[in-house]
C-alpha cells in the first residue's frame, strides 16, 4: 500500500496535477482535496494519497513524496503535506422538509460557504443547478471545509423544481419582486424548497414565476447582500420562528 | 488633466504597481481600485485614474494607458479598463446604538462581506482591531462592493472596547463558552457593540472576559459558521426583534 514516487515526471504526479482542470474532474470522476483535516473527512472515497510520510490512520494507497511534488501538486498558496485524490461518489437525495436550490452560483468560494452553513442549520438537501460552478472545484471543497462529503446534492434544472411542485413542495425564491413579502412574514410550511441565484443576476425569470413565494430580506445603502450571507439570514430565520 | 502614457517604465505606472503591496499602501496613504463602479464610489477621494479612454463623469487627473500597461497594474484575473489610486481618508466614526468589533479577522474577502452586510442593515459604525487584515486590502475592497466608501471604520484594540463601556456601551461577543445563551434570547438595549473573532480561533479571551454577554446560534454537524454568515445571522436577528 506504501510506494515512494521520486520524479516530477511521475504518471501518478501527473494524474494528480491533471485533476487541477475541471475537465478531467468530470472525465475521470474524480477529484482532490488538501490537508489532513479534508483527507480524514474524504476517506471512505479515497483512491490514494500523496504525503510527505505514510499516514497510518488512512487505509489507502499511499504515495510517499518530496515537497517538490506536493508544491507542483497542491493548490494552496503554501503547499499541503498531503493531497488525497477522491472518488466521485453518488448522493442518495432525500426529498427532507427543507430543501435548499442553488440557481447558477459562479463563485466557488460562495458555493463552499453555503454547503457549509447548511449543514450548520442541518439542512442536508441541496440542489444545484447545472449551470453553477461545480461542486469538485477545489475552492469550493476548501470553502465548505469537507461539508460537502456530509451533505446530499443534487444536480438539477427547472424540472427537478417542478418535480418537487407536483409532490407538494412549496417553492419560495428570495428575489426583490413588487409583490416580495418579507422574510418574517414567511410562514412555516413543511416541503419548502429556498431557491437562491447568481451573484450578479439573482434567480432566472422561469424560476421566479413559478415560485409560490417571493421574499426579501430589509436592506438599507446597498443593492443586494452576497448570497451566502442571504441564505444564512433567510434559512436561519425560516428554522427559528 | 488628460495625459498619456505609453511605457511600462513611467513612473506613474510603476507608483500603480507598487500600490499592490499593503507596505506601499501604509506608507503613501494609498490604495487601488478597479472597475467603473468602485472608481465612481471613490470619486471624492481620486488621486488619478489610467484608463483606455477619458471619462467625462470622472474630474480627476487621467492618464490615457494601453491594454498592456492596465494588465502589468490590475489585481483582476481579467485586466480592468479603469483603476483608480484612492486617498485614504479619515473616517468620521460616530458612536452609534449598534457597533461591530471585528477581531483579528484575517481574510480580506470576509472583511469586505462584512463591511458590504453592514451596510445593508444599516449599521455603519465598525470597529477593526489592529491585527485585522487590511481595510485596503484589494480582495476586501472589491467584495465590500465598495461599501467601505460609505461606512465609518475605526482601527482599534482593546482599549477601544473599555472606551465604549465605559460610556454605557454593552459588550456582545458571539462565541461558544458555558455561560453563552441562544441569539434569539439576546435583548435589544441601546448601545450595543458586537464583537466577531478570527476565522480559526474565534475572539481573544481577553475580550471575551470583559464581554457582558456571550452568544451562540444554533449549529449541528460543523464546528462554526463562517464568521461572515455568523455576523449576517445575529446582527438581522437582533436588528429585526
New interface residues.
Partial sequence: MIEVITSLQNKIVKEVCSLKENKNIKEKHMFLVETYHLVEMAKDQLEYILTLKEIPTIHCKQYIVSEEILKKCSQNKSYSKVIGVVRQKDFSFVNDDTIVYLDNIQDP?NLG?IL??C????IKNIIVSYNSCSIYNFKAIQ?S?G?IF?VNIKIGDLNTLKELKEVGYRVVSTTLMKDSIYL?ELKYKEKTVFVFGNEGNGIQSSIINMSDEKII??????D???V???L??VL??YL?K
Same sequence: chains 1, 2.
Fill in positions: 468560494g460557504t457549509r452553513t449543514l450548520g442549520l442541518n470553502s471545509e461539508s456530509k418574517n430580506i430589509p436592506i438599507s445603502n446597498i443586494s447582500y452576497n451566502g450571507i442571504s444564512g439570514i436561519y430565520t427559528n
